[in-house]
């Protein structure tokens, strides 16, 4: 009786050991989420994690992540944030863009940059191996633009307000 109870109890502990060893090695892969306000339409969209991905040090360098297509069927395609610069906690930004693509409507997209306004803000950037992991926001006004000839249609804006919480690997 008390050979079973020890054999079951060390079963336990190893059932557990393994548990947690999984849970941790989940949390360590890519992944994340962006969630907020595309105009009035509420959004929560994974990271693509194979179009997203960083360089440099991980306060430096370039960081480039994409959403998975939001709303397809209306016309809501991907979502991407990207920037470069010396010192991201110290806001020390050379570029830093937002873009939405849309669907349906080809060389069609939304987008702004610093220079429109864009509201940036972290809560955490560390680095953790090889994956860089990002908290914060950004708030602005996104501008309809033609692909084709970069020409503005200051009448069609999209407001935004984007919470990100993701690990991005690096693949450069």
Known sequence: MQKAIIRLLVLTIVSLILLLNSAAAHSADPGG?????????????????????????????GVSMMSRPIAPKDGLGRFSIGFEGSDFR??????????????????????????????????????EGELLVLEGRVRGTLTSQHLRDRTRDADDRLEIEIDFSVRIGNHF
């Open 90 to 127: 110290a806001g020390r930004f050379s570029n830093f863009e937002v873009d939405l693509g849309m669907v349906g409507s080809p060389g069609v997209y939304y987008r702004a940059d610093l220079d429109d306004g864009l509201e940036v803000s972290f809560d955490q950037i560390t680095r």
């Open 33 to 61: 989420r962006l969630e907020g306000l595309i105009g009035e339409r509420e959004v929560s969209v994974e990271l693509d994690v194979d179009q997203s991905d960083w360089y440099g040090d991980g306060n430096a360098g």
